[in-house]
């Protein structure tokens, strides 16, 4: 059974730091394209950063320089650094794990983060 986990969501000031964690089990973690997505109320998911295989990253214009996506094969753990946090930051987010060739896609259960002052 396929299970991502993510953690580390809150509530923090505007240019505030947050770090997500998404755990996986249940995959070769490894081989996938690991992302994170988020979704605010009203709005519909979009893409924040994504993380291949091979470690080459990808960023919505909206958050380059500002969040870092990172992964451990190791811990089968994928993670998302947030500075300097806007509160059009707000919204849940979600981490996905892709593999295009073997036709796999799996989200965890989302994770609240809220800028607010």
């Known amino acids: 059974q396929v299970q991502l986990v993510e953690s580390g969501g809150g509530l923090v000031q505007p240019g505030g730091s947050l770090r997500l964690s998404c755990a996986a089990s249940?995959?070769?973690?490894?081989?996938?394209?690991m992302g994170w997505y988020r979704q605010a109320p009203g709005k519909q998911r979009e893409l924040v950063a994504t993380i291949t295989r091979g470690g080459s990253t990808n960023y919505a214009d909206s958050v380059k320089n500002r969040f870092t996506i990172s992964r451990d094969n190791a811990k089968n753990t994928v993670y998302l650094q947030m500075n300097s946090l806007k509160l059009g930051d707000t919204a849940v987010y979600y981490c996905?794990?892709?593999?295009?060739?073997?036709?796999?896609?799996?989200w965890g259960q989302g994770t609240q983060v809220t800028v607010s002052s």
């Open positions: 249940g995959i070769i973690f490894s081989i996938y394209t």
């Open positions: 996905n794990a892709n593999h295009r060739e073997l036709a796999s896609d799996y």
